[in-house]
């Protein structure tokens, strides 16, 4: 799904709480991290909030000044040790108790402009593979090669907290051009890495990324869900469709209502509601769909299952007929033929 980044003239931000794993990590290698906090023109005081903003620009000084401090350029494959489960405020929480890795994928695609609004994600699947792909946006002024690393090695690190320590991709591509030494990288990843590409991305095998998990529990990770969309659009982050999205969601169970309605709960008219989704490259209905179908996924893999009449109420559905009808034409097969 389409985030807004950020707008021309205005400078993209990373999430505070990101920024202060780094922080720690230098600290425990006893690199003097205050001063290279204030090197790179932020202070304690700025990292003390959690869910604050920094300058992209800021935290790329500090990751680059933090690697000539540790003098190892694989560091971003290990800082994010010192992450938390609420680094990343619920979506880490979200992540977890996704009913699949490749769920807990596309909470992080749909959320990332969270950490940062500086590159853009896209999560293409196709029969066989799912490859989840990062484009910064103005890759000369951030972020630094090493932060991208970090939140490949990150979400890497939490898929094997839960498939275990063997997990890994069947492919790495890294913008990072001839490095010293390429045995560090090859390590972590347990799979063929390609330096110098154009973006950054991960292949994982679709099959196993579909297994369902055993501590799944989607009530969860649609609460934490709504706790992001929430941060997100009070800092007015998330892209209209985000924040659409986040009405749907919440609004759906007492019926679908048309684009006038949402358009005006977010403060603008329906013709400029339809621009905005426009130059995102969605549409109303789009978004509608794909949000239902979203939804629908979610609840039919729940165990216990919910009746198909619950399903299609909570969904906004008139009966169960129209539920099924909209089902199938969106996947190609019926609702109880996907459950089974």
């Known amino acids: 799904m389409p985030h807004r980044q950020a707008e021309p003239g205005q400078a993209p931000t990373v999430l505070c709480s990101w920024t202060k794993v780094l922080v720690l990590a230098l600290r425990d290698h006893g690199c003097d991290a205050d001063a290279l906090v204030a090197g790179a023109g932020l202070s304690l005081?700025?990292?003390?909030?959690?869910?604050?903003?920094?300058?992209?620009?800021?935290?790329?000084?500090?990751?680059?000044?933090?690697?000539?401090?540790?003098?190892?350029?694989?560091?971003?494959?290990?800082?994010?040790r010192?992450?938390?489960?609420?680094?990343?405020?619920?979506?880490g929480y979200a992540f977890m108790a996704s009913s699949t890795l490749l769920e807990a994928l596309r909470r992080v695609a749909r959320f990332n402009v969270m950490v940062s609004d500086a590159a853009r994600?896209?999560?293409?699947?196709?029969?066989?593979?799912?490859?989840?792909?990062?484009?910064p946006l103005a890759p000369e002024l951030g972020p630094a090669l090493e932060a991208m690393e970090a939140i490949l090695s990150l979400?890497?690190?939490?898929?094997?907290?839960?498939?275990?320590?063997?997990?890994?991709?069947?492919?790495?591509?890294?913008?990072?051009?001839?490095?010293?030494?390429?045995?560090?990288?090859?390590?972590?990843?347990?799979?063929?890495?390609?330096?110098?590409?154009p973006r950054y991305s991960m292949r994982f095998?679709?099959?196993?990324?579909?297994?369902?998990?055993?501590?799944?529990?989607?009530?969860?990770?649609?609460?934490?869900d709504r706790v992001v969309e929430d941060y997100l659009q009070r800092?007015?982050?998330?892209?209209?469709?985000?924040?659409?999205?986040?009405?749907?969601?919440?609004?759906?169970?007492?019926?679908?209502?048309?684009?006038?309605?949402?358009?005006r709960a977010?403060?603008?008219?329906?013709?400029?509601?339809?621009?905005?989704?426009?130059?995102?490259?969605?549409?109303?209905?789009?978004?509608?769909?794909?949000?239902?179908?979203?939804?629908?996924?979610?609840?039919?893999g729940q165990e216990p299952r919910q009746s198909l009449t619950e399903i299609a109420f909570l969904l906004g559905f008139a009966d169960t007929s129209s539920f099924s009808r909209a089902f199938h034409r969106w996947t190609g097969v019926s609702p109880g033929a996907y459950a089974s």
């Open 45 to 80: 005081d700025q990292l003390a909030a959690p869910d604050a903003r920094l300058p992209l620009a800021a935290t790329t000084d500090l990751w680059r000044e933090g690697v000539r401090a540790v003098g190892d350029e694989s560091l971003g494959l290990w800082v994010p």
């Open 205 to 224: 095998e679709r099959a196993t990324l579909e297994q369902a998990l055993e501590w799944g529990n989607e009530d969860l990770a649609r609460s934490n």
């Open 155 to 197: 979400i890497l690190r939490s898929c094997r907290k839960i498939k275990g320590r063997d997990f890994a991709p069947e492919a790495v591509e890294l913008m990072r051009g001839a490095c010293r030494d390429e045995q560090p990288f090859l390590e972590f990843f347990r799979a063929p890495v390609a330096f110098g590409a």
């Open 82 to 91: 010192y992450s938390s489960q609420t680094t990343f405020h619920a979506l």
């Open 235 to 263: 800092l007015e982050l998330g892209s209209v469709a985000t924040r659409l999205r986040g009405l749907l969601v919440r609004e759906l169970p007492g019926g679908a209502q048309g684009h006038e309605h949402y358009a």
């Open 266 to 300: 977010l403060g603008m008219s329906g013709r400029s509601l339809q621009r905005k989704l426009s130059a995102e490259g969605t549409s109303f209905n789009q978004l509608l769909n794909d949000t239902r179908l979203e939804l629908a996924r979610a609840y039919l």
């Open 121 to 135: 994600v896209e999560l293409h699947c196709d029969d066989r593979s799912v490859t989840m792909s990062w484009y």
